[in-house]
Structure formats: C-alpha cells, structure tokens
C-alpha cells in the first residue's frame, strides 16, 4: 500500500513538473510572438518611410540646375531634411536624411552640365 501511495505522489510530482515546464514554454513562445509582431510593425514603417524618401528623391532628381542652386545647404522638406551640395561645376548631391537630420536615408549625384551661355557669362565677368 506505501508503495502505491509513493507512486502517485512521484506521478504527481511529474505531472506538477510537467505543467510547470509547459507553462515557461507557452509563456516564452508568447513573448516570442509579441517581439516578432513588434519587428513586423517597425519593418513596415521603416519601408514606409522609406518609399516617401524615394518618391521625394525621385522628384528632386528632375529639377534643373537653376532650382538646386536655389536650395543649396540643408533644409526641412516634408518629414525629412534635404540637403543639397554642389561639389564641382556640372556635379549636385543629393542627401534625404531623417527629420533630425541624423540619419542618411537616401543620396545620389547629379550630373547638370554647365550651359555655353552661362560658361561665357561667367568668363565675361
């Protein structure tokens, strides 16, 4: 009889054990599906983000020399910073950072020639 009463208890034991280790599971698993939930949401953002900039740089590109020269330096545009540099004659970057201006999302080069008319204009002076 001790021994059927020591057997329950150990099979009671195992099933306490058992519970509790399927409990820490369920548990981790959760908190596992929250996180991957969370990194979801910010990836999306993130692209989000990331297509407007793209779309604004893809605007800017079209611009003609005359307007990049009017908006040399760093400035608001939108949510983002904008900041333009004109490094060579025939040559403008392009740089679309995050609202503190921290943060470089997007840059590219250019290239707007020099026109004959303004080559000689400037000679003339």
Known sequence: MMRRASARG????????????????????????VGAGDTVRRAQRADDELRGASALLESVALWPREDLDHRLGARAQGEWTLEVQHPVASLYTVSLLDSGGTHELLRTALFRPVSRLRELNADAR
Do not use: I, S
Not at 10 to 33: C, I, K, N, P, S
């Open 10 to 33: 150990v099979v009671l034991l195992e099933v306490l054990v058992a519970l509790a280790t399927l409990g820490t599971v369920g548990g981790a698993m959760a908190a596992l599906a």
